[in-house]
């Protein structure tokens, strides 16, 4: 018996690398008329196929909706593998028990799925057969972190694309025996950090008789990635330090190393920290089961003798290549002569190797400068952290503050242009900055006087600047432009790009990437291909920048309301004109008021239509799920309150701000500070 619910919703030559067979396939955009500076991913294209617990098949129903794609139970296992890739299909365990083993994996992607309530241990058996697993609670976060989850293993989301393309990245490095003790924290201890590290070998899995098990067990450090993953929305590395290397697990049984990492690829996770000495067979079936996870090849040496000019610092580098995305290699010294060692064998392997990067760090207080020096993935530490993760290491601010006094790091002028001397935003940015330990002086100017700004551009010192509202391009003295600037027509964020002593003003838009998202939170990025949008504005200006992250997701139709579109943003929308129009057209997957507080109320209507109905259309899609509110005031009526008791997915102006924010911080000082501690720092009111 089948239940159908149709209405819910390359490599230099010198290194051989081993790539995963299911590795995202990555694809351009298919924008009319413009690309979008970062395209979505097609990724998987296989069915997806659950195993539910009994009581738990809701599951089954919120994946689909996340997916954006119908769904059903079924109760044999092999009619969950029909070629119909468009239905996400869900089967009790005890039913697909018997017939895993021989299941075709070509057909679908297979994710064990697991409530951790009533301290339930996951089925070993499932787990091992699966693809996947998903552990979850009954908790605020639950859908956040299945949508991220999901994202990851389907190759739609890749952290990593973008971070290897970043001047400095960095992770924290939590040391925490159960990371329950950091989540209160954990929004200023990742500020600064591209990501966070979990510990694995550091937690302490407390015993009945109130000692602590040796190795934490699989359904503990299983616990401890799902609380982390539900508090941050930073990329996750998942490492397990051995003895040897400053660390706790144990050395003596590498299949359970095996285990161990490979577990934590089906649980998602987007870094795998592997050690080099691990035998050669065990590291090469972890690079060709990874999926979408990538490996941090890594190589720590303690014992004071390593040479950084020595034949074997290559010989290293090249193992760890072979199968890292990231080689990693750690060395403990006491000579300041042996950092000068490294920044030659760094910029040695940097012209002869151009992947995988390089992360390389002398550890120790001598070593502090090449922490400092490090652009890839340096570990840093914080002060709220109950000890550092190996000696030497610095926090963000204490990194940025030895960038500055080696004339690495020069202090500039950073401006908010516009009326923004009483808003909590500039207030905000001085907050961001102090925390950061960045040089930079923050001021704000007053747009509404004529030429009070262009002066302050021009200047040596200028560092860029953000723009409420926004500017119209051209303007004469910005050298180019973004190409989601030159799509949108208006310019928000002023980057400095410097080369030597040549300096270049670019135009950007951090907005659209605000709107997209917010658009991807609760949602992966496949769930809008091919779907129906409606935007509501009074002008194209208003409207643009979303429209330009629907067209970055693939959207289909674009309908509008209120506003008529003009050059090249203008194909593939189609205007709104009657009731007759609003009948007619297709059921949109999403709608985005760009409309003024006073006028808002105006898509109240239409969200009580296209909520409460299918359209009457044969063959119509899902209901409408997501509804973002642009209005940033005082509103009339109240859409969002309209919007969720219609079924909606609703957002407003604060959560898109906030993820403008992040975007624009990324953008001016090339630093990432988690949407979650914008929200908590900027208070209320800061949109």
């Known amino acids: 018996m089948t239940i159908l619910n149709n209405e819910k919703p390359s490599l230099p030559t010198k290194v051989q690398q081993v790539v995963s067979p299911t590795s995202a396939t990555t694809v351009k955009s298919r924008i009319n008329g413009f690309g979008t500076g970062g395209a979505a991913a097609i990724g998987d ?8 617990q009994d009581q738990q098949q809701h599951i089954t129903q919120i994946v689909a909706d996340i997916l954006g794609k119908p769904w059903r139970l079924v109760q044999t296992y092999p009619l969950a593998e029909e070629r119909d890739t468009e239905i996400v299909t869900g089967i009790v365990d005890n039913a697909a028990r018997d017939s895993l083993k021989d299941r075709d994996r070509s057909l679908a992607v297979l994710i064990n799925t697991h409530c951790v309530h009533n301290d339930s241990t996951p089925d070993e058996y499932l787990s091992r057969e699966c693809d996947y697993e998903f552990l979850y609670s009954q908790t605020p976060f639950f859908r956040r972190d299945l949508a991220r989850f999901l994202s990851i293993i389907l190759g739609q989301v890749d952290h990593h694309e973008n971070l290897i393309k970043k001047t400095r990245t960095t992770f924290i490095s939590t040391t925490f025996p159960d990371v329950t003790t950091a989540l209160p924290n954990l929004d200023i201890l990742s500020v600064g950090s591209d990501a966070v590290e979990l510990r694995v070998d550091l937690l302490k899995e407390p015993r009945s008789d109130g000692t602590f098990n040796p190795v934490p067990s699989l359904k503990y450090v299983g616990e401890q990635v799902m609380l982390l993953r539900q508090r941050t929305e930073l990329p996750i590395i998942y490492t397990t330090r051995c003895t040897r290397e400053n660390g706790r697990f144990p050395m003596d049984d590498p299949e359970l190393y095996y285990k161990y990492l490979y577990r934590a690829m089906q649980w998602g996770c987007e870094y795998i920290d592997i ?24 190589f720590h040496d303690f014992s004071g003798k390593f040479k950084w000019p020595s034949p074997e610092a290559q010989t290293l580098f090249e193992q760890g290549a072979r199968y890292g995305d990231i080689v990693k290699m750690i060395a403990l010294v006491d000579n300041m002569s042996q950092n000068y060692e490294l920044e030659y064998f760094r910029s040695t392997i940097k012209a002869n190797y151009p992947h995988p990067p390089l992360s390389a760090v002398n550890m120790g207080q001598t070593g502090q400068m090449s922490r400092a020096l490090n652009t890839v993935f340096s570990p840093i530490t914080h002060p709220l952290l109950p000890m550092i993760a190996a000696p030497g290491q610095l926090s963000a601010a204490e990194i940025n503050e030895a960038l500055h006094f080696m004339g690495q790091l020069p202090k500039k002028d950073i401006y908010a242009i516009g009326n923004f001397r009483s808003s909590p935003q500039a207030v905000f940015f001085e907050k961001c900055f102090n925390e950061l330990g960045l040089p930079h002086h923050f001021a704000c100017v007053d747009c509404s006087l004529k030429g009070s700004f262009e002066g302050l551009i021009m200047q040596s010192s200028f560092g860029g600047a953000y723009m409420s509202p926004p500017l119209p391009i051209p303007q004469s003295y910005i050298d180019s432009l973004s190409d989601a600037a030159q799509a949108i027509g208006v310019v ?21 990437k605000g709107v997209r998202a917010t658009l991807t939170w609760d949602f992966v990025p496949s769930a809008y291909c091919n779907r129906a949008a409606l935007v509501l504005a009074s002008s194209q200006a208003d409207a643009a920048s979303a429209i330009f992250a629907l067209r970055s997701l693939n959207i289909g139709i674009i309908y509008t309301v209120g506003f008529k579109a003009h050059g090249q943003l203008a194909v593939g929308l189609e205007p709104f004109t009657s009731l007759e129009c609003v009948q007619r057209g297709e059921q949109p997957f999403v709608v985005i008021s760009a409309l003024s507080p006073e006028k808002s109320h105006l898509v109240q209507p239409l969200l009580r239509h296209f909520g409460n109905s299918s359209n009457g259309k044969k063959g119509a899609k899902l209901a409408g799920k997501v509804f973002i509110d642009l209005a940033n005031g005082s509103r009339k009526g109240d859409p969002l309150g309209v919007a969720a008791a219609s079924g909606w997915t609703a957002y407003s102006i604060a959560d898109v701000g906030a ?19 914008v929200r908590l720092a900027s208070g209320r009111g800061f949109y």
């Not at 050669?280 to 090849?297: C, F, H, Q, V, Y």
């Not at 928000?492 to 659209?512: C, F, K, P, Y």
């Open 275 to 298: 050690e080099l000495w691990l035998p050669e067979d065990t590291r090469k079936m972890l690079a060709e089961k990874k999926g979408n996870s990538k490996i941090i090849s890594a």
């Open 45 to 52: 294209k296989r069915a997806v196929t659950l195993i539910v």
């Open 492 to 512: 928000d964020t002023i980057v400095v790009h410097t080369d030597g002593d040549q300096r270049a003003l670019v135009g950007e838009n951090a907005t659209w």
């Open 659 to 677: 993820w403008t924010t992040v975007e624009t911080l990324r953008l001016l000082v090339g630093q990432n500070v988690p949407q979650s501690f």
